[in-house]
């Protein structure tokens, strides 16, 4: 994929990630003692949040991309401005600086052995809002991608609103519009909205959902994440329904290592209207269902893996690859992004993924019950017939 064969835009939340390093032996009672003294080793820094995650990964994938996250012009933000910069291109070319406002960071505390333990400050990702985009600097955009409403305050409080009429612009001057979502903390704010209310508001102008399955099943059912333990074909089937039929075109439910699950419009009107992106196959993307298991790799970290597997979703959609296609090209960038520590660093060239996928590179089994489903050997996937579908529609 050439560099400036599609041009998008990501926006949304953007932090910087601080990671102490510690001692192999260290426990969490060594470690939390009120009024100790610890030693750590340095301190590494970098870039969290879905606008660097799925940006970063689109970039090195050979997307032409730039960032939409929001810094104050306090220390940590020029550190995640330098950061940005140092990646190249025109990645920080729409990066937003607040004065007066703090940056968000996180402290991340891991010490072998141990879960880890997150200190977040949402900093000016909560006074983020659709006012802080101009249209101006989106409209020559082919697809525009925003990360994480539930961790900023202005794009949720309203109840979507204001986001929404966002979109509707976009999709008016006819860019393609995709979003990404995150699990909020039960206890927080965010925790409280009335996500289903939320959804109904906004997914009418989203081209391209592409949530958790576990973000999902708290939103629309008000239950904890630990619902998606007992997935299963039908369960995905319903609940991707509903976010068709609250408006979205095409809903791609990221599974975790079970993999990536996708389903489509019955709608050939609304695909043929996704704007810039619009399929040049409308009839393949239409009325479809499929599961993707991931590929066989050796995990060392799994932070950014979600984020990763959209960079790869959305950049085979820009190429107008056939579903199956797009679906295996996602899952393979989510698989190298596992195979290194942080989110980006293992994402390769597209040219790479391509081969590797190629090469005959080994998916895991399917661990979900799918009750009359077929397996597709030779595109890797696992489909729904259709006359399936028709019965659920």
Same mark, same amino acid.
């Given at each position: 994929m050439a560099e400036g064969a599609g041009e998008v835009i990501v926006a949304g939340h953007i932090c910087l990630d601080m990671f102490p390093t510690f001692a192999d032996g260290e426990t969490r009672e060594k470690v939390l003692v009120p009024g100790a003294l610890v030693d750590v080793g340095p301190a590494v820094l970098a870039l969290g949040g879905a606008v660097a995650n799925t940006g970063v990964a689109l970039h090195r994938l050979g997307v032409s991309t730039r960032l939409m996250g929001k810094v104050g012009d306090d220390l940590f933000g020029r550190a995640i401005l330098d950061l940005v910069r140092g990646l190249g291109g025109a990645l920080a070319q729409d990066m937003l600086v607040a004065p007066g406002e703090h940056s968000s960071y996180s402290v991340v505390i891991s010490p072998p052995g141990m879960d880890r333990i997150f200190l977040h400050h949402p900093g000016a990702n909560d006074t983020f809002g659709a006012q802080d985009i101009a249209l101006e600097q989106v409209r020559h955009a082919r697809l525009f991608h925003f990360g994480y409403p539930p961790l900023m305050r202005r794009i949720y409080q309203d109840g979507g609103v204001s986001f929404a009429l966002l979109l509707r612009a976009l999709k008016e001057q006819g860019v393609t519009t995709s979003l990404d979502m995150a699990l909020p903390d039960p206890a927080s704010e965010a925790g409280h909205v009335d996500w289903e209310h939320w959804l109904t508001n906004v997914l009418p102008f989203v081209d391209i959902f592409l949530p958790s399955v576990d973000e999902i099943i708290f939103m629309l059912s008000h239950s904890d994440s630990h619902a998606g333990k007992h997935l299963d074909g039908p369960r995905l089937s319903e609940l991707a329904a509903r976010l068709l039929q609250f408006g979205a075109t095409i809903v791609a439910l990221k599974l975790g290592d079970a993999g990536l699950y996708l389903r489509t419009t019955d709608d050939g009107e609304r695909l043929r209207h996704v704007g810039a992106v619009s399929p040049e196959d409308v009839l393949a993307w239409r009325h479809?269902?499929?599961?993707?298991?991931?590929? +066989?790799? +050796?995990?060392?970290?799994?932070?950014?893996a979600g984020d990763c597997t959209i960079a790869g979703f959305l950049a085979g959609f820009l190429q107008n690859l056939s579903p199956e296609e797009v679906m295996?090209?996602?899952v393979a960038v989510g698989a190298s992004s596992v195979e290194q520590a942080d989110a980006t660093s293992g994402v390769p060239s597209w040219s790479q993924v391509q081969a590797r996928i190629h090469a005959g590179w080994a998916q895991c089994p399917v661990t979900l019950a799918l009750p009359d489903w077929q397996e597709d050997q030779e595109r890797g996937v696992w489909r729904r017939p259709d006359e399936q579908q028709s019965q659920s529609n």
């Open positions: 479809l269902e499929l599961l993707t298991p991931c590929f +066989q790799v +050796q995990v060392v970290g799994t932070t950014g295996r090209s996602a």
